[in-house]
């Protein structure tokens, strides 16, 4: 069963840092392009970033450039969001997705609760 | 960046009902459009691919069409288990842009 698990949410202050994990089961990573996308609480929902099956090419929302890091580890079927100087409104349920052929997020995680709080 | 403008925000129906859901690109988005189901405390599905395509496994009351910037979202009978918020997405191009989505209530 093709499978991803995030884990790492939390409470953080404003200004903190927090890294979330994405853990896939039940296909080839190294193969697909992964997605994280975020869900404030109650709102729609928000692509944050992208990133290239061999790890080479980055996208990033607006909103978050030069603050949020994706990356990956293929030996370890791992996908990361280190998230810097984190505001109040980045509170939402991170998923994580994978990319597949014809432009399709299949399937979604449970979703990480974050929340940027003092 | 890509607007998507989904209506109605919301929509009550009967059981049986056929029900409809729009959504409107900014631009040309050709036909990269999905239509993504998340119920209540869950991650989002996918039901319907490339504006028309039903995904693997959903039920055939579920249908899509359009192409360009128009594009609706049926379901041909209304079930107790299609409560839900129901999303469009463009994937033509970065940054990938949600509609606000669509809250489904049974009457």
């Known amino acids: 069963e093709v499978q991803l698990v995030e884990s790492g949410g939390g409470l953080v202050p404003p200004g903190g840092s927090l890294r979330l994990s994405c853990v896939a089961s039940?296909?080839?990573?190294?193969?697909?392009?992964m997605h994280w996308v975020r869900q404030a609480p109650g709102k729609g929902l928000e692509w944050v970033s992208r990133i290239h099956n061999d790890g080479s090419v980055t996208w990033y929302a607006d909103s978050v450039k030069g603050r949020f890091t994706i990356s990956r580890d293929n030996a370890k079927d791992t996908l990361y969001l280190q998230m810097n100087s984190l505001r109040a409104e980045d509170t939402a349920v991170y998923y994580c997705?994978?990319?597949?052929?014809?432009?399709?997020?299949?399937?979604w995680g449970q979703g990480t609760l974050v929340t940027v709080s003092s | 960046d890509i607007q998507m403008t989904q209506s109605p925000s919301s929509l009550s129906a009967s059981v049986g009902d056929r029900v409809t859901i729009t959504c409107q690109a900014s631009?040309?988005?050709?036909?990269?459009l999905n239509w993504y189901q998340q119920k209540s405390g869950k991650a989002p599905k996918l039901l319907i691919y490339d504006a028309s395509n039903l995904e693997t496994g959903v039920p055939s009351r579920f249908s899509g069409r359009g192409s360009g910037t128009d594009f609706t979202f049926t379901i041909s009978s209304l079930q107790p288990e299609d409560i839900a918020i129901y999303y469009c997405?463009?994937?033509?191009?970065?940054?990938?842009?949600f509609g606000q989505g669509t809250r489904l209530e049974i009457k």
């Open positions: 997705t994978r990319d597949i052929p014809h432009r399709r997020l299949v399937p």
């Open positions: 039940g296909f080839t990573f190294s193969n697909y392009w």
């Open positions: 997405q463009q994937y033509d191009s970065l940054p990938i842009t």
């Open positions: 631009q040309d988005i050709g036909n990269y």
